[in-house]
């Protein structure tokens, strides 16, 4: 009997696995605007019913589609959690931390396990954490880097100093490094923030070009057809030509009033070669709250013609392709017409980092 | 309708006088007024109970049927957006569901992207938060969908932070994402969370949220969009264009609905009474005194009122916008006033919640509490509050209240 019923369990099982797959991959594959949606809704329910066995295929299709993707899998991963806990089921959490400390996985996924692993385990999560302060993920460096900074402040002189040298080392997040900083600049050590963000700090600028009713934003000034930084060209009120101008911002921002004057309705262009060493997938961060666009080695990556509505670092994440040796970073930045006090910056910042945001620094740039 | 008329729903407009910013009501009565029909409130408020919140966030809770619905988001970029379902009666979490924010999460630190109120028809609730991640799901926590409409239109973000609230109507969800940059209102099919129609709108920030209107009892609802143009009402199931109101609007406060009249948050109040024709509609009266600022103004019994930042509230004749009275409440304020009975509750940036009993024949201040903020983190009162039954739920970025007899 037990013979004679092995196939028949063995095809169930093949089955149900096959239409978990399937499930999952009708989430994996929803598409823009909603495309998938219908399709999604029915397996949503049916990986959730599976319970927590999905886990695991579950994680493994995370971050092969689009991001809106990945929040169908995390809502479904979500519930099949709470679900188990609400009714005493066991949770795969062996495997899944496994998962999550296996960094070839894509980031969106591991950020799902450990949060699924907080979930149902939280002192496994809780003892997993420390050994993620260097992670290639940034959001899961945080807490391991939190507790480091937690212990230095437990230190005193010499200790203390080590310890947030020691943290300063692995920080990505802004926050957390200004809390680091300004306690080893207590103790006058220093800190040299752009080369630890990868901050681009040396550019030739050049302006003003028109922005009257903004439509400078949309006009295609001689610098987007052509980078020679011998030419000259006619600006919104004269000959304009590129000029040096290096960054005094420890956080890196290029202030167009400075070599331009604080002026209205105009627009500038800075350019930047960035050598280098490799060639790598990267990401290129801006901080800006002028009208911009940013191009790569002639290339558009993003631009946003939005005016004084904020600026944070890293405002905006740019994916982009580094070439081995010289590439070039232009950057447009538009002024508008607004006279308030707080509409007076004209400005941007830049850096060059890999995704956990770490610096990607310039080789020096050949002699020439 | 019944069962949706027996939603305790609620008003739900946020302004933050320094910023500018509101949030939108959303509702799925008939009006759209700020007033909780079976609703009581209760001159002598005491706390029942809180519980603590996860994440950040101004969003108003709203109530359906015995479950309260509740948005939030945590992590140092605002990045895990939260939607909670809770028991009305005594906060024991029923269930939560967490999406990764797909769009960006940047906003006035004052702010939070979960600024959205929900909205629901009953059957589904639908959150929306500043990233413009949308989801929709069953009273029971099954996601019915899930949209990230940054990924589907990349421009469209406000680095204030955006607050306007969907409404739904019919099988039509409504969202005005209206910007600087890439701006637009969205119907999306409530039962797959797919487009059914896109407008352009115009390029400028707008935290208003849309209200519907109908012509009559029986007429099918429409919703009328804000934006600093004026109104725009569109047929939920396929946006086209009914008619239009061009005298421009708050791009803050929200208009509200009683009766079929539209008190547009426009010049100060301006009553407009559309008809089923579709032309322009007429406008019966405009009060510039009766200006709402940013917070949005309430319609109560036949009263309208409008609360400025500093908490003068002004009583105005529905019928003709004359002015009946004006009451000085302890300010600021941020979140709107709303209303039940002959009663109107306000509660302050400080935790202050303050009940007005509006039948008075100048207004009178019958009862208040103080909630007791967490002065640490100097956290302040953004919501409007909303009202079930004889209770008032308000939120602060750490807790969420409920208030009783």
């Known amino acids: ?368 | 309708m019944r069962l949706l008329y027996s939603l305790s729903l609620l008003a739900l407009a946020w302004a933050a006088p320094a910023l500018g910013l509101r949030l939108g009501r959303n509702s799925v009565a008939p009006d759209s007024t700020a007033v909780a029909p079976d609703g009581q409130i209760p001159a002598a408020l005491k706390i029942d109970w809180s519980v603590p919140l996860p994440g950040r966030g101004l969003a108003s809770p709203i109530i359906v049927g015995d479950k309260l619905f509740l948005t939030c988001a945590s992590g140092p970029k605002q990045e895990r957006l939260h939607l909670f379902c809770l028991d009305a009666a005594n906060g024991r979490k029923i269930w939560e569901r967490q999406l990764q924010a797909t769009g960006r999460t940047m906003s006035h630190p004052k702010t939070s992207i979960a600024s959205s109120t929900p909205c629901s028809d009953g059957r589904h609730v639908f959150a929306l938060w500043s990233c413009n991640d949308l989801a929709a799901f069953d009273l029971e926590g099954n996601l019915l969908w899930v949209r990230g409409l940054t990924t589907d239109y990349p421009n469209a973000s406000n680095s204030l932070g955006m607050a306007s609230s969907p409404i739904v109507i019919g099988e039509t969800v409504v969202v005005t994402i209206e910007n600087d940059s890439e701006s637009y209102s969205l119907g999306v099919d409530a039962k797959t969370g797919c487009n059914l129609w896109k407008l352009d709108r115009p390029k400028a920030a707008n935290w208003s949220s849309p209200v519907p209107w109908r012509a009559g009892a029986h007429a099918t609802p429409v919703a009328v969009l804000q934006s600093s143009k004026g109104l725009l009402a569109v047929d939920p199931a396929s946006g086209s264009r009914l008619w239009e109101y061009t005298e421009g609007a708050s791009t803050t406060s929200s208009s509200v609905v009683a009766s079929g009249i539209i008190y547009a948050a426009s010049n100060g109040v301006t009553a407009l009474s559309p008809d089923a024709s579709n032309a322009a509609p007429k406008q019966l009266w405009r009060s510039k005194q009766i200006n709402p600022a940013t917070i949005s103004p309430l319609v109560l019994g036949g009263s309208i009122f409008s609360c400025n930042n500093a908490g003068v509230i002004l009583a105005g004749d529905i019928k003709t916008g004359s002015i009946q009275w004006k009451l000085r409440l302890t300010g600021p304020f941020s979140g709107s006033p709303v209303g039940a009975g002959s009663r109107l509750l306000a509660v302050n940036e400080k935790g202050l919640v303050q009940v007005v009993e509006t039948s008075a024949s100048e207004g009178k201040l019958i009862g208040q509490v103080q909630l007791p903020l967490n002065t640490e983190t100097k956290e302040n009162i953004l919501c409007t509050p909303a009202i079930s039954g004889n209770h008032v739920y308000v939120r602060t970025d750490s807790t969420l209240w409920r208030l009783g007899e």
């Open chain 1, 1 to 368: 009997m037990k013979l004679s019923l092995f196939p028949l369990v063995c095809l169930c099982a093949v089955s149900a696995q096959g239409a978990l797959d399937q499930s999952l991959q009708a989430l994996a594959n929803v598409g823009r605007e909603g495309q998938g949606n219908e399709a999604a809704s029915v397996a949503w329910k049916e990986v959730v019913q599976t319970g927590p066995a999905s886990l695991p295929a579950l994680l493994a299709v995370v971050g092969k589609g689009s991001p809106v993707a990945d929040n169908w899998l995390r809502i479904a991963g979500d519930a099949i959690v709470q679900n188990a806990r609400a009714q005493g089921q066991a949770l795969p959490v062996a495997e899944v931390e496994a998962f999550l400390k296996d960094t070839a996985h894509p980031p969106p996924a591991r950020r799902l396990a450990f949060d699924l692993l907080k979930e149902a385990d939280p002192a496994r999560a809780d003892a997993v954490e420390p050994s993620l302060a260097t992670d290639p993920v940034q959001e899961l460096r945080r807490g391991a880097v939190q507790r480091l900074i937690d212990a230095a402040r437990t230190k005193e002189a010499d200790a203390a100093k080590t310890a947030y040298l020691a943290a300063l080392d692995v920080v990505r997040d802004e926050d957390q490094t200004r809390a680091i900083v300004t306690e080893l600049r207590k103790q006058s050590v220093p800190v040299d923030l752009p080369k630890h963000f990868g901050f681009l700090m040396q550019w030739q600028v050049i302006g003003p070009f028109d922005n009257s009713e903004r439509k400078g934003f949309e006009t295609v000034f001689p610098p987007e057809k052509e980078i020679r930084l011998d030419a000259t060209y006619d600006g919104k009120s004269g000959p304009v030509k590129w000029q040096p101008f290096v960054s005094g911002d420890e956080y890196g921002k290029l202030d167009f009033n400075k070599p331009f004057g604080m002026l209205k309705e105009v627009t500038a262009y800075a350019v930047a070669d960035f050598q280098s060493t490799e060639e790598r997938d990267a990401e290129i961060r801006l901080g800006c709250k002028d009208g911009w666009k940013v191009w790569l080695n002639g290339q558009f990556l993003f631009g946003r013609d939005e005016y004084h509505r904020g600026q944070q670092m890293d405002q905006y994440k740019l994916k982009c392709h580094l070439r081995k040796g010289a590439n070039t970073i232009l950057v447009k930045c538009c002024q508008n017409e607004q006279k308030e006090q707080w509409t007076v910056e004209w400005e941007f910042q830049l850096r060059v980092c890999d995704g956990a945001g770490t610096a990607i620094l310039a080789a020096a740039t050949p002699a020439k």
